[in-house]
């Protein structure tokens, strides 16, 4: 039986399809709503249900804001669009929503977005076999190698830099000085990459927005540098935040061009680093510019920029996870020759992955929302603004440059982050091994889940 949706002619299986992948974005929505909420309810500035209707708000509005760079990487950067049929869809997004639904039970703060891509791949092997899937080339390795070993380099050198230049305990007249410098680099930065990179007003507006915030925290970090005493035991982790930084450059400037599936396991690494990091930097800028300050002024201000800082993720949350449903029904679309022979995203899907990720956000995951709020660390206002903040700029910057990161990576890494920098005792470090134990497995898991699921409908011809 043909049914007619939005002027295309598809089968009730298509259809069915469809509505999964939407059901998934929903699932998305109130699984992940977590992510979004979770600091901004943990420091009593929003309750529960004022937190979960803005996020849903603007849930909604991102994938509205930012292009569409990770949808296009979702639908023909995983696995080849040409054999992305319904079957292989289905099958793909039951093992996306079946491991959601088993993490959201277990109340662990897993990636739906690589629940996602490990479903396409298990069921494109199913389907068809490793020729499917868009594989890492050997000029990838190497590549992803020489910009990594350069970026720890480059991280230890910063590390040296910043060792000379702490103890000195410049005045503190000097701090805007240097926070305008940062500002100033990373605007110029951000004009290169709209010149040459992107085109169009809300691209341009936010990549400017994404560098001159770097700069901005960049060269108020330095200013802190001079104020402490920096130890040799404190090298270790810049190479890694080097690498890092390094790679992420390199894809944002278009020096280094790789596949979606490359790119996506990567930063698993990549975006918990830079998560971390973010959070550990923005929290310590903002603790040294309110350290002469009255505790209640700074209560009182930390309150009011944690709501902007929510916001601002929940916007970032929207298009980043939205997108990857949007870039499944495209590549199914696409798959089932309805595109026209060109691959694009449908205004219509826009809109309806847009809805479901809001409306799935409105039910709320209270489980994940205990653990990411109240588990890792106990957050102050000024703390839950910093880890928002920093997950948030990491987040449009992947958007940007069309990387399906893990939005769950990118808040926990930065929460932990931001914990660390009061303390490493402050972070419960026990809970951040379940979920990285979660993050490692949840590729694996729910590419089984998919394969199985594809087997049993080609055994059962259901679909085909």
């Known amino acids: 039986m043909v049914v007619e949706i939005f002027g295309l002619s598809m089968s009730l299986f298509l259809l069915a399809t469809i509505l999964l992948a939407l059901f998934f974005d929903y699932s998305n929505g109130f699984h992940d709503s977590a992510n979004a909420i979770a600091t901004v309810v943990a420091t009593k500035v929003l309750t529960p249900g004022q937190a979960v209707v803005m996020a849903a708000a603007f849930n909604f509005i991102g994938p509205f804001v930012f292009t569409l760079a990770v949808a296009k990487t979702v639908g023909k950067g995983i696995i080849d669009p040409a054999i992305a049929s319904a079957p292989v869809i289905f099958a793909a997004l039951t093992g ?11 109340g ?59 103890r000195a305990r410049l005045a503190r007249r000097w701090f805007p000085a240097f926070s305008a410098g940062g500002l100033v680099g990373g605007l110029w930065l ?33 200013f802190v540098m001079t104020q402490r ?35 996506t396991l990567v930063f698993i690494f990549m975006s918990p680093i830079l998560g971390f ?37 929940a916007l970032t949350h929207g298009t980043n996870d939205a997108q990857k449903t949007m870039g499944v029904i495209a590549a199914l679309l696409f798959g089932a020759g309805l595109l026209g022979g060109e691959f694009f995203v449908p205004d219509w899907v826009v809109f309806t992955s847009a809805l479901a990720i809001g409306l799935g956000t409105l039910s709320g995951g209270w489980r994940i929302v205990h653990t990411m709020a109240n588990k890792i660390t ?13 997950s948030a700029v990491v987040l449009s910057t992947m958007a940007q440059a069309g990387i399906p990161v893990s939005t769950t990576h990118a808040i926990s890494a930065s929460i932990m982050g931001v914990g660390a920098a009061r303390r490493a005792s402050a972070v419960r470090w026990g809970v951040g091994r379940r979920m990285i134990g979660a993050w490692l497995t949840t590729i694996p898991a729910a590419g089984a889940i998919a394969f199985g699921a594809y087997l049993v409908l080609s055994a059962t011809r259901i679909g085909f």
């Not at 005493?229 to 404190?234: H, M």
């Open 277 to 313: 990091f973010a959070g550990f930097l923005l929290v310590s800028v903002v603790s040294y510019v309110a350290r002469d300050r009255e505790p209640a002024g700074v209560e009182k201000w930390s309150r009011k920029l944690q709501i902007g800082s929510a916001a601002f993720y």
């Open 190 to 222: 951000g004009a290169l990459q709209v010149e040459f990179g992107l085109d169009g007003f809300f691209d341009a507006g936010l990549v400017l927005l994404t560098f001159g915030t770097l700069g901005l925290f960049a060269g108020s970090l330095l």
């Open 96 to 106: 996306a929503v079946a491991w959601n639904l088993l993490t959201w039970w277990w």
């Open 108 to 166: 662990m703060p897993s990636s739906s977005s690589h629940a996602l891509v490990g479903g396409l791949v298990g069921a494109a092997l199913a389907a068809v076999g490793p020729a499917a899937v868009i594989l890492p080339t050997g000029d990838e390795v190497v590549v992803i190698g020489a910009v990594l070993a350069a970026g720890a380099l480059l991280g230890i050198a910063f590390w040296l830099i910043a060792a000379a230049w702490s």
């Open 378 to 390: 106990l957050l102050r206002p000024y703390q839950g603004f910093s880890a928002e903040t920093a």
């Open 229 to 263: 005493d920096l130890q040799l035991s404190g090298m270790p982790p810049f190479p890694a935040l080097g690498a890092a930084l390094a790679f992420t450059a390199g894809l944002l400037s278009g020096v280094i061009n790789l596949g979606g599936l490359t790119k």
